[in-house]
């Protein structure tokens, strides 16, 4: 009885189908025609070619990705960009017309008798001032604001760090500034890394290396500086030289060492075509204990010495030493400080095999003509507060004392103080948002305005 109701349902519905008849186009619209049909056919083979193309590039551009993806762990970009505005025309510097402040000016012309301080209007991270006016030691005007307000982008900057295996690693910073002038395209630092060992914090390094004298250097690009401005002892110590650098830090001890070729000053603003001295180098080294009073202050002293730079007699030497302090953060408050003195012997004999600067060997060169003269003082003082995970104010005072004389060509006698204030906001762990006032106060001669205001923006890729 199943199997015979089973056959009478498959009668039923085969004769159902039969009846069923294709449905009727809509009213008023005629069937397609077959030229009709074959058009809509070629449209949707063209659209599923441009879904193919689109999804090989996709594709592509996954596979692009994911190759890239990599790099994010040891390549990173920031970009610095800015506004400031200097006072007067913007230039640190006046001449000693008539000498009347400065008496001892060995034969110097009095408009390059020079008083204050060209790097005393820096405006960025860089230390680059607003304009340089009649300086003669510096004479590279990158920004040439001739006091105007003016839009700056500070630096793009690349950084690439990889660690490899065995304990070596690299680092190395190239960053370009764009200028009206010529765009200039400078590499920091780069160096090759090697850590002997796990179980001890030291660090050997060979290439353009960090200086080991004092500690502003340890903060001085754009992402790492609290402020915007470099103190006026950074053209000291600052300068990455190449050489061969130790560093240990071990239970409370950090030490440093560096064997260079030349110092430790900013190259950046005291290019000088004669090469380094390569008879001998120049040794350096830093020292720091960490007190155990409070969260911590860390005391330390560096010193350096070498034959000086741009000539190649051993007998003609430069030094330097200097001390530093740093409080860590107490109820929000941090402190630091450092002092330093220099000197650069010069020479106005001794005549080196690479400058021809006199045809009669008879002929009595002016003082420091064959090398530099130049002897230093500086310190400063800097407090910040953390009122906030976002918001720091800082304030500084900084003072540099010192006289560069090179042969008949210029004569620089500096004394300038500065008090700078600034607030750095941290709107993300990427996004740094700077704005910093810096008062100039000549102590030798008459005053002229050559205040800063300056701001910064710096965007990383990396926190």
């Not at 005629?30 to 659209?47: G, H, V, Y």
């Not at 000549?442 to 990396?462: A, K, M, R």
Request: aromatic content about 8%; charged content about 20%.
């Amino acid at each position: 009885m199943k199997l015979a109701a089973l056959a009478l349902c498959a009668v039923a519905s085969s004769a159902s189908a039969d009846d069923e008849q294709p449905p009727a186009p809509p009213p008023g619209e005629a069937a397609p025609t077959p030229a009709e049909l074959a058009e809509r056919i070629d449209a949707l083979e063209e659209s599923a070619d441009k879904v193919d193309v689109l999804e090989e590039r996709i594709a592509n551009v996954h596979e692009q990705v994911t190759m890239l993806a990599p790099l994010r762990r040891f390549i990173s970009v920031f970009l610095d960009v800015g506004w400031f505005s200097a006072g007067g025309n913007g230039a640190g510097v006046r001449s000693d017309v008539g000498h009347r402040y400065v008496r001892d000016y060995n034969g110097v012309p009095a408009e390059w008798v020079l008083i204050g301080d060209p790097l005393s209007t820096t405006v960025n991270t860089l230390g680059e001032p607003a304009d340089l006016g009649v300086s003669r030691a510096i004479e590279d005007d990158t920004i040439d604001s001739d006091g105007n307000p003016t839009f700056i982008v500070n630096t793009v900057g690349l950084s690439i760090g990889r660690a490899l295996p065995h304990g070596i690693s690299v680092a190395a910073l190239v960053e370009l500034l764009p200028r009206s002038g010529p765009d200039i395209i400078a590499v920091e630092y780069a160096h090759i890394d090697y850590r002997p060992s796990n179980k001890l914090n030291l660090v050997l390094a060979a290439g353009k290396v960090d200086s080991v004298l004092g500690i502003e250097y340890r903060a001085q690009d754009a992402p790492d500086r609290l402020g915007i401005t470099p103190s006026l002892l950074c053209r000291y110590l600052c300068g990455r030289p190449y050489g061969v650098r130790a560093h240990l830090d071990h239970e409370g001890v950090d030490l440093s060492a560096l064997v260079a070729t030349g110092n430790t000053f900013q190259e950046r603003f005291e290019r000088d075509p004669r090469l380094a001295s390569a008879t001998a180098p120049t040794i350096a080294a830093h020292a720091q204990y960490l007190v155990p009073i409070a969260n911590g202050i860390k005391v330390g002293a560096s010193a350096s010495f070498g034959p000086q730079d741009g000539q190649s007699e051993l007998h003609v030497h430069q030094w330097h030493y200097g001390f530093d302090l740093r409080v860590q953060e107490v109820e929000k408050l941090a402190l630091q400080a450092e002092f330093i003195q220099g000197k650069q012997q010069g020479s106005s004999t001794g005549l080196s095999q690479s400058l021809d600067v006199m045809s009669d060997p008879d002929t009595i060169a002016p003082r420091c003509s064959l090398a530099d003269c130049l002897r230093y003082k500086a310190a400063y003082g800097m407090a910040s507060y953390r009122a906030s995970r976002w918001f720091t104010p800082y304030a500084r005072v900084d003072w540099r004392d010192a006289r560069h004389q090179r042969g008949s060509d210029f004569l620089y006698v500096s004394r300038v103080v500065r008090g700078t204030i600034g607030a750095q906001l941290a709107l993300n762990s990427r996004i740094l948002a700077k704005v910093e006032y810096t008062y100039n106060h000549e102590l030798l001669g008459p005053q002229f305005p050559n205040d800063v205001l300056t701001t910064s923006i710096v965007v990383s890729t990396e926190p």
